[in-house]
C-alpha cells in the first residue's frame, strides 16, 4: 500500500503552502475572514439585549479601574503640596471603593460574557448540525468523513474552550486598552500622544505575526482532519486490514498526517517567542516616550510630576490586557480557524428539494443506460446499466468485489446520483421525486447498521414515529427478534446503543429489517445485509431478510449465493455491467460466470 509524501513546512518567513490532501473524497468549503466575522455578528444580533447588558458592564468594570492610577498621580501632587494623612487616607479609600466596584463589575461582566458566548455558540453549533443533517445524501456520500467529523467534534470544542476559558478575559482586555488609552489622553494630550507612540511597534509585531500564523493555524486544523480520515478509515476497515495485513502501512500514514500536524504547532510556538520579543520591545519604547515626555513637561511646567505618574501608570497598566491578547492569540487565532470552518459548513447551499406531490405510481423499478464515476476522469463504477424490476419482484446482484454492485444498489436507494442514465421508481425518475419523497419510497439496509443511544423502542421507531408497542413487537415477530427482545433486561424499554445494552452484528442487523418492516416501502435495498453475522447468524438473517421483503419489490446484493437462490432473478455484473440475468436454475444449467461461482461455492 502506498502512501502520499508528507513534507515539512516551509520555514515561518515564507507563507505556507497548500496542506497535502489526499485524493479522493472532497473537502467541505471553509469561509473566508469577512464571512466568519458576519456569522459572528449574526450570532451576537441574535441576542441584542444580553450583548448590550454584558459589554456595558464591562466597560463599567474597566472604568473603575482606571480609577487607582488617577488617585496615585493626584496623591503624588498632594503629598509634594503638603497634604496632611487626611487626604491621603482619603484617596487610598477611593481606591479601595473603586477596586471593590471594579472587582464586583470585572465578575459580573465575565459572567455575562460568557453566558453570551455560551449562547452564540450553542445556536451556531445548531446551525452546523441542521445543515450537516439536511445534507443531500449524494453530497455527503463524497465528503471526508474525517474532515466532517473534525469539524463537528474538534472545531465545536476549539471555539467552545476559547469562549470558556478566554471569551470574557479577551473582552475585558479590549475594553481596559481602549478606555485606558482614553485616561491617558484626559491627563494630557502630550502624554497620551506619547503613549501612541508605541502604537507602531505594536501593529508592525501583529502584522508581521498575523500573515505568517493565520495560514499555518488553518493548516493545522486541515491536517487534524486528515488525521481524523486516516483513523477513520483504519478504524472502520480494521477487519480488512487485518486480513492484509496492512496494520504497519496504516499507522505509517497516520504517523505521518499526526507528524505533519505537530510541525505545524511547532512553526507556529517558534513565531509566537519571536512575537513575544517584539511586544516587549513596544512595551519599552512607549513607557520611555511617556517618561521623557513627561520629564519635559514637568520641567516647562507644563503638567505636574502627579500626571507625569498617573500617565506612567495608565501605560503601565496596559502591559497586562496587551499581554494577555498577546499570549492568548495562539486560541484566538485556532478559534477563528475552527469558526471559519464552522461557518464554511453554515454556508453550504440548501439543495432544492423538488418533493413531488405525489409518490410513485406503482413499486416497479426501471434502471435505463445508468454510468457513474466517483470522480472526473476516474473509471466508471457503472457502465450503461439497464435494469427492469417488476412490482413485488426479488432480485439478487451478484459478483465480484468492486463489480459494481454497491454502486447500482447506492444509485438506486437515491445515495448517489448517476453521472448519467436514470432511475425511475413507478415510472417516476428519482430526481423528480425528490430526496425527501424517495426516503419515504425506498428502505436501503446496509451492513453497517447503527443502533442509536435510547430505549429499543424510539430506535425502531425511528422508522415510522407513530408506531404503537404492538406494532413494533409485530415487526419483530416478522424477522424472528421478538423473542430475543422480550428477553432483554426490560424488553422494548431497554436502553441500546452507546452506554447501554450491547447488542451483537446480528441482533443490530435485526433491528433494521424491523426497521424496514415498519417503514413500508415500496422498494427495498439490502446491500449485503447479512455479511456482519457469522454462518449461523447469517442463515437467520437471510430468512428473516426473505420475511421482512416479503411480496415488496426487492434488489439484494448477495455475499452468500443462498440468497441468490432464493431470489426470483440473478443479475451478474462485472466492472460494471451486467454480464448474465436469468434464474438461479437457468444461470447453472448455462455453465457461465455464475455457474462456476455457485459450483465455487457448494465446494
Given amino acids: 500500500m502506498s502512501t502520499e509524501p508528507i513534507t515539512r513546512p516551509e520555514p515561518p518567513e515564507a507563507e505556507p503552502q497548500a496542506a497535502p490532501v489526499a485524493p479522493g473524497p472532497e473537502l467541505l468549503p471553509t469561509a473566508n475572514a469577512r464571512r466568519t466575522w458576519a456569522v459572528l455578528g449574526d450570532g451576537l444580533r441574535s441576542v441584542p439585549g444580553a450583548t448590550a447588558l454584558a ?33 491621603i487616607l482619603r484617596s487610598a479609600g477611593l481606591i479601595a471603593g473603586a477596586a471593590v466596584v471594579g472587582g464586583l463589575l470585572a465578575g459580573l461582566g465575565a459572567w455575562q460574557v460568557s453566558r453570551v458566548g455560551e449562547t452564540v455558540l450553542a445556536r451556531l453549533r445548531e446551525r452546523v448540525m441542521e445543515r450537516v443533517l439536511h445534507m443531500p445524501a449524494a453530497r455527503l456520500e463524497r465528503v471526508r468523513i474525517g474532515d466532517l467529523l473534525s469539524r463537528v467534534g474538534d472545531d465545536v470544542a476549539v471555539v467552545t474552550n476559547a469562549i470558556a476559558r478566554n471569551g470574557p478575559e479577551v473582552v475585558t482586555a479590549l475594553a481596559m486598552v481602549v478606555l485606558t488609552t482614553v485616561g491617558m489622553a484626559a491627563l494630557d494630550w502630550r502624554l497620551g500622544l506619547a503613549g501612541l507612540a508605541a502604537l507602531p511597534f505594536y501593529v508592525w509585531a501583529v502584522r508581521w505575526y498575523m500573515p505568517r500564523s493565520g495560514p499555518y493555524y488553518a493548516r493545522e486544523r486541515v491536517a487534524m482532519g486528515e488525521r481524523s480520515h486516516a483513523l477513520m478509515g483504519a478504524l472502520r476497515g480494521r477487519g480488512t486490514v487485518r486480513a492484509y495485513r496492512l496494520e504497519e502501512e496504516h499507522e505509517q500514514v497516520i504517523a505521518d498526517r499526526s507528524r505533519t500536524a505537530m510541525r505545524l504547532t511547532i512553526d507556529v510556538f517558534y513565531l509566537f517567542t519571536r512575537l513575544g520579543a517584539r511586544m516587549n520591545g513596544s512595551e519599552f519604547v512607549g513607557l520611555g516616550a511617556v517618561l521623557v515626555v513627561g520629564f519635559f513637561l514637568v520641567r516647562g511646567d507644563l503638567a505636574t510630576v502627579g500626571m507625569v505618574t498617573a500617565a506612567a501608570l495608565f501605560f503601565h497598566r496596559l502591559f497586562g490586557p496587551i499581554g494577555f491578547l498577546v499570549m492568548n492569540f495562539n486560541d484566538v487565532q ?17 439543495a432544492a428539494d423538488p418533493r413531488a406531490e405525489e409518490g410513485p ?5 426501471r434502471v435505463e443506460a445508468v454510468s457513474h464515476a466517483y470522480a472526473p476522469g476516474a473509471p466508471r463504477a457503472l457502465d450503461g446499466v439497464t435494469l427492469g424490476v417488476a412490482a413485488g419482484e426479488r432480485v439478487a446482484l451478484v459478483g465480484a468485489s468492486g463489480a459494481g454492485k454497491t454502486t447500482l444498489a447506492a444509485v438506486v436507494s437515491g445515495l448517489r446520483a448517476p453521472t448519467s442514465g436514470t432511475v425511475l421508481l413507478g415510472g417516476v425518475p428519482l430526481d423528480e421525486l425528490g430526496e425527501a419523497r424517495v426516503r419515504e419510497h425506498v428502505f436501503l439496509v446496509s451492513q453497517e447498521t447503527h443502533v442509536f443511544a435510547g430505549t429499543l423502542l424510539d430506535d425502531l421507531r425511528l422508522a415510522r414515529a407513530g408506531a404503537d408497542p404492538g ?22 424499554e431497554t436502553v441500546v446503543g452507546e452506554g447501554g445494552h450491547a447488542l451483537t452484528a446480528e441482533q443490530a442487523q435485526h433491528l433494521a429489517l424491523a426497521r424496514l418492516v415498519l417503514a413500508d416501502p415500496d422498494l427495498a435495498v439490502l446491500d449485503e445485509a447479512t455479511a456482519e453475522a457469522g454462518s449461523s447468524g447469517a442463515r437467520r438473517l437471510e430468512s428473516a ?27 451478474v455484473m462485472d466492472q460494471g455491467r451486467i454480464v448474465e440475468e436469468g434464474t438461479h436454475d437457468q ?10 461461482l455457485w459450483h465455487s461455492w457448494q465446494g
Fill in 55 to 87: 459589554l456595558l458592564t464591562v466597560l463599567g468594570g474597566s472604568t473603575a479601574g482606571l480609577v487607582a492610577p488617577w488617585v496615585l498621580g493626584s496623591m503624588v501632587d498632594d503629598i509634594s503640596a503638603g497634604a496632611g494623612l487626611d487626604a
Fill in 334 to 350: 485556532q478559534a477563528g480557524a475552527s469558526l471559519a470552518r464552522l461557518a464554511g459548513v453554515i454556508d453550504l447551499p440548501v
Fill in 361 to 365: 405510481a406503482g413499486s416497479s423499478l
Fill in 471 to 492: 406494532e413494533v413487537e409485530s415487526a419483530l415477530e416478522t424477522v424472528g427478534a421478538l423473542d430475543w427482545v422480550r428477553a432483554l433486561p426490560e424488553g422494548l
Fill in 545 to 571: 431478510a426473505v420475511a421482512a421483503t416479503k411480496g415488496r419489490t426487492t434488489l439484494v446484493v448477495a455475499h452468500r449465493l443462498t440468497q441468490a437462490q432464493t431470489a426470483d432473478r440473478v443479475v
Fill in 587 to 596: 444461470l447453472v444449467a448455462d455453465g457461465g460466470r455464475y455457474a462456476r
